[in-house]
């Protein structure tokens, strides 16, 4: 079975009208327009219910993201972080 999470298509966000900006939880405040999305979930990767009933993401290797911390991207959405002195970054697959 296939891991998805939905998140926020932002257009026009303020400093950044001319790219698309990734959010997970609420629309970009500034954004003109937002349209929800589902994204699968990287296999490896899971994710969890915190005490706040939020997604917390955990890598292969045991590290513990919020979703906004690894959003990124403009045409297509993205985890992009760092691990060990490496940068990474994985293309989420649209649902």
């Known amino acids: 079975m296939k891991k998805t999470m939905e998140i926020y298509k932002n257009y026009g ?14 629309e970009q405040p500034t954004a003109v327009c937002s349209e929800k999305i589902k994204v ?5 990767w899971e994710a969890e219910k915190d005490s706040s009933r939020d997604i917390i993401l955990v890598s292969p290797w045991g590290r513990r993201y919020e979703p906004n911390d690894l959003l990124d991207g403009n045409e297509t959405p993205c985890f992009y972080g760092y691990h060990n002195g490496s940068s990474f970054k994985i293309i989420l697959k649209i649902d």
């Open 13 to 26: 966000c303020l400093a950044a009208e001319k790219r698309i900006i990734y959010t997970y939880g609420a």
């Open 40 to 44: 699968e979930i990287p296999e490896g």
